[in-house]
């Protein structure tokens, strides 16, 4: 499969854990993005590298989440002291230079 | 700031008879509107886009038009089929191509 990646699928944590998810953009893609998308509503842009570099983080994110592209290719969001607003949908998508934007199957967390 | 609404939020449609969805976005300097079709618990599916350098695009039963003097665009499907029930997305470009997206519209093909 040749598409965007993102592991696990589902997550449950107890409030107050941390968690960490792993998105693999599609393998020629300079351009990754976070969004996170909850019941009833449209994705929300959390964050955005390009290559390496993170250029642009939402004020949707707080200090607990952090996300990282140590080498340009997969991607890891990872949100400490998890609290029970945060279970939600979260999306990964990948572009190159171009607009059009794929996105993975997402990694769905639920928060006890 | 990045406003992008979509309505109606749900659109009933009989099968073979066409559906159209409208949204509107703020920022004059948004430049791309893709829309995207997502099945219950799927991914969001590139459907089909458009750039603000264009008024109309078509793709076999779908096509988008764009009014960006009066900031709105909308994707019409012909011939509509069961398997276009769906919630589909609009959305617009911010910024470095972040995307702000509608809050969808459940559209539902009766057969």
């Known amino acids: 499969d040749t598409g965007v990646s993102q592991d696990p699928r589902h997550k449950i944590t107890k409030r107050g854990q941390n968690v960490t998810f792993r998105c693999d953009p599609i393998s020629e893609h300079n351009r990754l993005y976070w969004y996170r998308q909850t019941l009833g509503q449209g994705p929300e842009f959390l964050t955005y590298?390009?290559?390496?570099?993170?250029?642009?983080k939402s004020r949707l994110l707080s200090d607990r989440f952090s996300a990282e592209r140590p080498k340009g290719s997969f991607s890891t969001l990872e949100i400490q002291r998890t609290e029970q607003g945060d279970s939600a949908m979260y999306l990964c998508?990948?572009?190159?230079?171009?607009?059009?934007?794929?996105f993975g199957p997402g990694t769905r967390l639920t928060v006890l | 700031g990045e406003n992008v609404e979509q309505h109606p939020s749900t659109l009933s449609v009989q099968e073979g008879d066409s559906a159209v969805i409208k949204c509107t976005y703020s920022?004059?300097?948004?430049?791309?509107f893709p829309w995207y079709k997502q099945e219950l618990g799927k991914r969001p599916q590139l459907i089909i886009d458009?750039?603000?350098?264009?008024g109309e695009k078509k793709d076999q039963r779908i096509a988008v038009t764009l009014n960006k003097t009066a900031k709105h665009f909308s994707l019409h499907i012909t011939e509509t089929q069961p398997e276009d029930s769906a919630v589909y997305f609009c959305?617009?470009?911010?910024?470095?191509?972040?995307?702000?997206f509608g809050k969808g519209n459940q559209v539902v093909v009766i057969p």
């Open positions: 959305a617009a470009s911010y910024g470095n191509n972040r995307l702000a």
């Open positions: 920022d004059s300097a948004s430049n791309y």
């Open positions: 590298f390009q290559n390496e570099a993170q250029l642009e």
């Open positions: 998508a990948s572009s190159s230079d171009g607009n059009e934007q794929f």
């Open positions: 458009i750039r603000s350098n264009v």
